[in-house]
């Protein structure tokens, strides 16, 4: 088949009340590019009406419309991860299915890409979100700068564009857990961001839980660096020289007060609230290493990132079932 010059990749989850609306804006938005394109469709596990609708709309636009249906629920990075493994186009698109990214911004992403930027990230303007979800956006945005070094003003947002050669980069890192904004600006040459309008969802809620939104940047964290690690080492350093220190000075200051050395040798013993402090911290510790020990045990099991029940696309008659990928 022809490659498309466009390919847009969308992750859907119980979006029923959603898809109308994205079909009515989307395939008009598209066609005033005046390039070709192809829209892949990722349902993602969907318990409602989700799948209906993506089988009524591949019926009406085959020449452009491919569907993927996952056998269960696998999370949004793994459709879209889906989604890179069967596009065509020399230039990959990922949007949302609630229309808070509108399509219509679909053409100054690619626009972009003609001035030479292989990675094109977006910013949300006058977001249409909580004020908590907002702040916790800038928190989490400030935290991971700091330890990963990857400079996006906005992580949470989908739209985004990416260049073949990001695209077939980030295929080949086969990581089970990852975060594939953060990861194409790792593989990316001219990265770029631009402004883009936000918009309320068009219906629904959003499926990011805030314990979701946690693991998330737990992944992002874990995934591109090992500075978490090297600072708890760094404080426990700091904290096991103070503690010998402070000891050591209350020590003596009981010894010279009491004229007794047992006394001073009491105060090691008066201390619960520093006792407390110092097994949180331990708690802690392993904790955060279990996230990268739990990672390696992930990475060595080798078990499939997702699992395809069926490809809908025009050049098969019925659908197929696909192998695991």
Excluded at 208 to 219: E, K, Q, V
Excluded at 227 to 240: D, E, H, K, R, T
Aim: aromatic content about 10%; proline content about 4%; some cysteine.
């Amino acid at each position: 088949m022809t490659s498309p010059q466009v390919s847009v990749v969308i992750p859907v989850y119980n979006e029923e009340q959603s898809l109308p609306l994205l079909f009515a804006r989307l395939y008009p938005a598209l066609d005033k590019l005046e390039r070709s394109y192809e829209v892949i469709f990722v349902n993602d596990g969907s318990k409602d009406r989700s799948v209906a609708l993506l089988r009524e709309q591949f019926a009406r636009r085959p020449e452009v419309t491919r569907v993927i249906l996952f056998n269960g629920n696998f999370g949004q990075h793994m459709a879209i991860m889906a989604g890179f493994e069967h596009c065509r186009g020399s230039r990959i698109v990922t949007l949302d299915a609630d229309l808070q990214n509108p399509p219509e911004e679909i053409g100054n992403l690619l626009a972009q890409m003609d001035l030479g930027h292989d990675y094109v990230g977006s910013i949300r303007m006058l977001r249409q979100d909580t004020a908590f979800r907002r702040l916790a956006s800038r928190a989490m945005n400030w935290i991971r700068e700091r330890i990963t070094k990857i400079r996006m003003a906005d992580q949470g947002c989908m739209l985004r564009a990416y260049d073949r050669l990001i695209v077939d980069a980030i295929k080949s890192s086969h990581e089970i857990n990852t975060f594939i904004p953060a990861l194409a600006y790792t593989y990316a040459s001219n990265p770029t961001e631009i402004p883009v309008a936000h918009e309320e969802r068009a219906a629904g809620e959003s499926k990011y839980s805030m314990y979701s939104l946690i693991r998330l940047n737990f992944d992002l964290i874990t995934g591109f660096s090992i500075v978490p690690l090297q600072v708890f080492s760094l404080l426990g350093m700091f904290i096991a020289i103070t503690s010998v220190v402070v000891y050591i000075g209350v020590i003596i200051e009981r010894w010279i007060l009491a004229a007794s050395l047992m006394d001073g040798l009491t105060a090691l013993w008066d201390r619960d609230i520093l006792q407390f402090f110092l097994t949180g911290l331990v708690l802690f510790g392993l904790g955060l290493l279990g996230e990268y020990v739990g990672r390696i045990y992930q990475q060595a099991r080798s078990r499939p990132r997702f699992l395809i029940q069926a490809v809908l696309e025009k050049d098969n008659d019925e659908c197929e079932v696909q192998s695991a990928k």
